[in-house]
T-cell receptor, first 113, second 116 residues
Framework: ETGVTQTPRHLVMGMTNKKSLKCEQHLGHNAMYWYKQSAKKPLELMFVYNFKEQTENNSVPSRFSPECPNSSHLFLHLHTLQPEDSALYLC????????????FGDGTRLSIL | AQSVAQPEDQVNVAEGNPLTVKCTYSVSGNPYLFWYVQYPNRGLQFLLKYITGDNLVKGSYGFEAEFNKSQTSFHLKKPSALVSDSALYFCAVRAIRFYNNNDMRFGAGTRLTVKP
């Protein structure tokens, strides 16, 4: 149990579907992150939220839309995705101080048909 | 800009032998350095970190890492490898310069295989 829960664990969707990934942290952290992990590529930071405010968007296509309603919950809304978007999407949290490690969920394995 | 390099995609060791997983970094100023491990179908799990002080840091599961400023390295080590150590290992760096810098850069990962 890492304290960061992601749902669903697996998701298969067509390119025209709309779905959402959910992340919840029970660690009292104030920063939350979305990462994309593809085979044989470095972990890609997508979005950062600090105290519910988005502080970073690493040139992520608009078909990915994050939402952070409070410091414990983070969503990633998906629409009209492409096959190259198939990957493991990881959520993480930290207490926002740069010398503290991030705590990761177990990810959502996304497959785009 | 900050970056991390893990020069080996794959490391193979025999059970009971010492293991080393290499990491070098590039950052403006002093770094915070981290090692994470990822088991199949799981997220990344924190192992250890270097913030300041003693260059040799000890972490979970008997792992340790040595910070070498002159060589800008932070290699992960374990004196005696276990088969259960087989996993994907990630090094990460964050610059100290910005107090609330949330931008952590990860290496591409090294797959460690420990054979019985």
């Amino acid at each position: 149990e890492t304290g960061v829960t992601q749902t669903p664990r697996h998701l298969v969707m067509g390119m025209t579907n709309k779905k959402s990934l959910k992340c919840e942290q029970h660690l009292g952290h104030n920063a939350m992150y979305w990462y994309k992990q593809s085979a044989k590529k470095p972990l890609e930071l997508m979005f950062v939220y600090n105290f519910k405010e988005q502080t970073e968007n690493n040139s992520v296509p608009s078909r990915f839309s994050p939402e952070c309603p409070n410091s414990s919950h983070l969503f990633l809304h998906l629409h009209t995705l492409q096959p190259e978007d198939s990957a493991l999407y990881l959520c993480a949290s930290s207490n926002g101080v740069s010398n503290q490690p991030q705590h990761f969920g177990d990810g959502t394995r996304l497959s785009i048909l | 800009a900050q970056s991390v390099a893990q020069p080996e995609d794959q490391v193979n060791v025999a059970e009971g032998n010492p293991l080393t997983v290499k990491c070098t970094y590039s950052v403006s100023g002093n770094p915070y350095l981290f090692w994470y491990v990822q088991y199949p179908n799981r997220g990344l799990q924190f192992l250890l970190k270097y913030i300041t002080g003693d260059n040799l840091v000890k972490g979970s599961y008997g792992f340790e890492a040595e910070f070498n400023k002159s060589q800008t390295s932070f290699h992960l080590k374990k004196p005696s490898a276990l088969v259960s150590d087989s996993a994907l290992y990630f090094c990460a760096v964050r610059a100290i310069r910005f107090y609330n810098n949330n931008d952590m850069r990860f290496g591409a990962g090294t797959r460690l295989t420990v054979k019985p």
